[in-house]
């Protein structure tokens, strides 16, 4: 009978305890609505659809070691074969890169990071549905790394992602990573904030949000999203060789930035 007491009263104490921190929770604004084994694919589904893969293409010039050995000794006097003689001269290569970004406007706006778009000379954005827009960059911090791409979208209305705010987030809250590695599309992870206002002196930045969510390259750009399915960071860099350990600009940070080019698309 006693061991029987102690079990109830066991079990109330930890149903009690586990009911006062969730109102708890919910009451101080950490919690958005109950989490349960579908939340964060419930947000992936609700939200996903803002989220673009970015290819770019550079136009970079080499300049052949031997390009003035024409001038320099000719041929000795003998006709060259033109494919041999066009080995001597400066070549245009394209070169490819791609990132991740998320639809800030539904006019076409996308926000990314400032590296995946640096130079580039063609600009592609896929959605998830497989639809492909043409962009052009028309707004760019470096030190920051934030960029914005304005879409060709021919007045098509696009899916966006609502901006958080990030001076409200706090290490332990979950945090859900989408984005395009090694250009496997549409990549989800979570993870936790690890913890806030970071720096990386090597690459000259401050301030960045420390989260476990699993990124790598090919994430650069992509959102971070809170359980309320907020924009709260743009996934930028990754420590080489460290497992678990992913860092983001904190969206305040780029709203603050781009708030002149906001104004302007409203």
Do not use: C
């Given at each position: ?8 009263v ?24 109950p ?7 419930d947000?992936?589904e609700?939200?996903?659809?803002a ?16 390009a ?8 000795f ?5 033109p ?12 070169q490819?890169?791609a ?8 006019k ?26 043409s ?14 791409v ?29 984005g ?22 090597d ?9 476990d ?6 994430n ?7 359980l ?13 060789g ?19 080019e ?5």
């Open positions: 009978m006693s061991k029987k007491i102690i079990f109830v066991l079990f109330s104490l930890i149903y009690l305890s586990g009911f006062a921190a969730v109102s708890m929770a919910q009451a101080a604004g950490t919690m958005n609505g989490f349960g084994t579908s939340t964060i694919a947000i992936v609700s939200e996903g659809n989220v673009v893969n970015i290819d770019i293409v550079k136009k970079v010039t080499l300049r052949s070691p031997f003035d050995f024409d001038r320099d000794f000719g041929f006097g003998f006709e060259a074969d494919q041999f003689r066009d080995f001597f001269k400066e070549r245009v290569v394209p490819r890169g990132g991740s970004g998320f639809i800030i406007d539904k076409g706006y996308v926000m990314t990071n400032e590296h995946v778009v640096r130079g580039a000379d063609e600009i592609k954005v896929t959605l998830k549905d497989g639809r492909k827009f962009g052009k960059t028309v707004s760019s911090d470096p030190d920051l790394d934030i960029a914005v304005k879409l060709d979208t021919k007045g098509v209305q696009l899916p966006t992602l609502p901006l958080g705010d990030s001076s409200k987030i706090r290490p332990g809250e979950w945090v859900i990573a989408i395009n590695p090694y250009g496997f599309a549409n990549t989800v992870t979570a993870g936790i904030i690890s913890a806030t206002g970071r720096s990386l002196e690459l000259g930045k401050k301030n960045l949000i420390q989260i969510a699993a990124i790598n390259p090919g650069s750009g992509g959102p971070l999203l809170n309320a399915g907020e924009v709260i960071g743009v996934n930028v860099a990754i420590v080489a460290a497992q678990g350990i992913g860092f983001a600009i904190p969206i305040n940070a780029a709203k603050k930035n781009h708030k002149r906001e104004i302007k698309w409203i």
